[in-house]
């Protein structure tokens, strides 16, 4: 019992969350339509009581708790701030985005607080059991989120498809933690480590299971070929789902990779090393090719996704600690880079018109010089192009590549980030080249406005300034 009352502390943030979503969930109930407003602002009231229960209790050192089922560590507190920050301004996006629309959907902030909370025991996760609780957790809000408009055939379409896939690749991780477990007789990541270098890495029935294991974290990510979900969900989605989905769950899904692979089966490096390369040039490769032929830039963003992922592992593949880091600061930088793409389009949308289509942003700049210049700013930094952070984000990952002397690998990555650029330059040139199709400019609230635009200049001042956030991450990773 003193045991119990001295570690619950440290789950008081995933308590409050629970308890705070709870609530809201009974509240909304009695809440009028007209006045989703307030559970939206009661969501992320509840999102910025979590990040400062988290950050007040942050431990000084790393702190295991539940009989190794939990942990608090410097990388799961940074991580879970940021998740709650990212999904607090996806919430003011939303937020606009369904009064223009008059879609208004309490379920939505709902599921997302929900969503965050499958996050956050992700991140903090210390045991196959914990990992496969919080990904169920965030897996089974999104796919509710995914089909919010039940009046859209594509939206059900999407949702459908998500959840067949996703239960499937569920199934698959959930065999190859099985397998793990048969082999190595405990939950625990740490104890799971030290018995899998005992045993050597090499046993028929360890390389199965991490091979189901890799499955099953390839599709949370979205990595080729088990992206077949990512198109068709971003597509279908409302633009304020796609979002949140393309934004947030990344991070969790970063985390998820590093517990499973770095603290549990950290021994079997040199499988799960070749395993990542070839995931990771697929996804390159895919990725950025087929974005080029894309006229809805919903899916030419869900194939850019791809393509950001690929880049991604490529830190964790290097097995190092700043390659960790670099990895760790990618997935922070690529949520504010697709938090402030997907705004741009919540921004410029109609009632009943979605402004997903290339075509859209024709003329931009005649309409709106200010928003032209913050989509240039999203565009670029999604391209790689310095000082934008996108270009850091690629650069951290990259230099780790060639330390650990894959230099081939390195000069492919470099090679798609040039082709990738295509598509991203080209919706610069329908802003500022050619003649508009719409001629109206863009509405929105002016809180929404200042806010994308603040999204927008941070990725330019972390660009000029990246090493603080570099420094934050190296230091979470425990470097």
């Not at 990510?221 to 409302?238: A, C, I, K, R, T």
């Given at each position: 019992m003193d045991i119990l009352l001295t570690e619950l502390p440290l789950v008081y943030p995933e308590l409050a969350l629970l308890l705070l979503a709870s609530c809201l969930l009974v509240a909304d109930t009695m809440v009028r339509e007209e006045s989703r407003r307030i559970t939206c602002?009661?969501?992320?009231?509840?999102?910025v009581?979590?990040?400062?229960?988290?950050?007040?209790?942050?431990?000084?050192?790393?702190?295991?708790?539940?009989?190794?089922?939990?942990?608090?560590?410097?990388?799961?507190?940074?991580?879970?701030?940021?998740?709650?920050?990212?999904s607090v301004v996806a919430f003011s996006y939303a937020l606009d985005y369904f009064h223009e629309h008059q879609f208004s959907r309490g379920e939505f902030y709902i599921l997302g607080l929900f969503a965050v909370l499958g996050m956050m025991v992700l991140t903090s996760a210390h045991s196959l059991l914990t990992i496969y609780l919080g990904l169920e957790l965030l897996s089974l809000s999104l796919y509710a989120m995914v089909a919010l408009n039940r009046d859209s055939p594509t939206g059900s379409e999407a949702a459908m498809k998500y959840f067949v896939l996703g239960a499937l690749a569920s199934g698959m991780?959930?065999?190859?933690?099985?397998?793990?477990?048969?082999?190595?007789g405990t939950l625990d990541l740490a104890e799971m480590s030290r018995v899998v270098a005992d045993l050597g890495g090499n046993q028929l029935v360890l390389v199965f299971g991490l091979v189901f294991v890799i499955?099953?974290?390839?599709?949370?990510?979205?990595?080729?070929?088990?992206?077949?979900?990512?198109?068709?969900?971003?597509?279908?989605?409302?633009t304020a789902v796609t979002l949140f989905i393309a934004s947030a769950p990344k991070i969790a899904a970063f985390a998820m990779a590093m517990r499973l692979l770095v603290d549990g089966l950290w021994p079997m490096l040199p499988a799960w090393e070749g395993m990542l390369i070839v995931l990771a040039i697929l996804s390159m490769a895919a990725g950025n090719v087929i974005a080029i032929s894309q006229t809805n830039?919903?899916?030419?963003?869900?194939?850019?996704?791809?393509?950001?992922?690929?880049?991604?592992?490529?830190?964790?593949?290097?097995?190092?600690?700043?390659?960790?880091?670099?990895?760790?600061?990618y997935a922070i930088v690529y949520a504010f880079m697709s938090l402030g793409s997907f705004g741009m389009i919540m921004l410029l949308s109609r009632r009943q018109w979605e402004h997903d289509r290339l075509e859209d942003f024709k003329g931009l700049a005649r309409r709106s010089p200010w928003f032209a210049l913050m989509m240039l700013i999203l565009m670029f930094s999604m391209a790689g192009v310095p000082p934008f952070a996108g270009f850091w984000a690629k650069w951290f990952v990259i230099k780790e590549v060639i330390a650990v002397e894959h230099t081939w690998l390195a000069a492919v990555a470099v090679v798609f980030s040039v082709v990738g650029a295509y598509y991203y330059l080209r919706v610069i040139k329908l802003m500022y080249f050619d003649e508009p199709v719409v001629t109206a400019a863009p509405r929105g609230s002016p809180f929404v406005r200042v806010l994308l635009s603040a999204n927008a200049l941070t990725l330019f001042a972390v660009g000029l300034l990246p090493g603080a956030l570099m420094a934050l991450c190296i230091r979470a990773v425990g470097m």
């Amino acid at each position: 019992m003193d045991i119990l009352l001295t570690e619950l502390p440290l789950v008081y943030p995933e308590l409050a969350l629970l308890l705070l979503a709870s609530c809201l969930l009974v509240a909304d109930t009695m809440v009028r339509e007209e006045s989703r407003r307030i559970t939206c602002m009661l969501a992320q009231g509840a999102l910025v009581v979590t990040a400062a229960l988290v950050i007040l209790g942050a431990p000084t050192e790393t702190s295991i708790a539940f009989s190794g089922h939990f942990v608090s560590d410097p990388m799961s507190v940074v991580l879970k701030v940021v998740i709650m920050l990212v999904s607090v301004v996806a919430f003011s996006y939303a937020l606009d985005y369904f009064h223009e629309h008059q879609f208004s959907r309490g379920e939505f902030y709902i599921l997302g607080l929900f969503a965050v909370l499958g996050m956050m025991v992700l991140t903090s996760a210390h045991s196959l059991l914990t990992i496969y609780l919080g990904l169920e957790l965030l897996s089974l809000s999104l796919y509710a989120m995914v089909a919010l408009n039940r009046d859209s055939p594509t939206g059900s379409e999407a949702a459908m498809k998500y959840f067949v896939l996703g239960a499937l690749a569920s199934g698959m991780l959930l065999y190859g933690m099985s397998m793990l477990y048969g082999v190595t007789g405990t939950l625990d990541l740490a104890e799971m480590s030290r018995v899998v270098a005992d045993l050597g890495g090499n046993q028929l029935v360890l390389v199965f299971g991490l091979v189901f294991v890799i499955v099953g974290t390839a599709f949370k990510l979205g990595l080729v070929p088990f992206h077949m979900w990512v198109p068709d969900v971003y597509e279908g989605s409302p633009t304020a789902v796609t979002l949140f989905i393309a934004s947030a769950p990344k991070i969790a899904a970063f985390a998820m990779a590093m517990r499973l692979l770095v603290d549990g089966l950290w021994p079997m490096l040199p499988a799960w090393e070749g395993m990542l390369i070839v995931l990771a040039i697929l996804s390159m490769a895919a990725g950025n090719v087929i974005a080029i032929s894309q006229t809805n830039i919903k899916r030419m963003l869900a194939y850019s996704t791809i393509a950001h992922v690929g880049f991604l592992v490529l830190g964790i593949l290097s097995g190092t600690g700043t390659g960790y880091a670099g990895s760790m600061f990618y997935a922070i930088v690529y949520a504010f880079m697709s938090l402030g793409s997907f705004g741009m389009i919540m921004l410029l949308s109609r009632r009943q018109w979605e402004h997903d289509r290339l075509e859209d942003f024709k003329g931009l700049a005649r309409r709106s010089p200010w928003f032209a210049l913050m989509m240039l700013i999203l565009m670029f930094s999604m391209a790689g192009v310095p000082p934008f952070a996108g270009f850091w984000a690629k650069w951290f990952v990259i230099k780790e590549v060639i330390a650990v002397e894959h230099t081939w690998l390195a000069a492919v990555a470099v090679v798609f980030s040039v082709v990738g650029a295509y598509y991203y330059l080209r919706v610069i040139k329908l802003m500022y080249f050619d003649e508009p199709v719409v001629t109206a400019a863009p509405r929105g609230s002016p809180f929404v406005r200042v806010l994308l635009s603040a999204n927008a200049l941070t990725l330019f001042a972390v660009g000029l300034l990246p090493g603080a956030l570099m420094a934050l991450c190296i230091r979470a990773v425990g470097m």
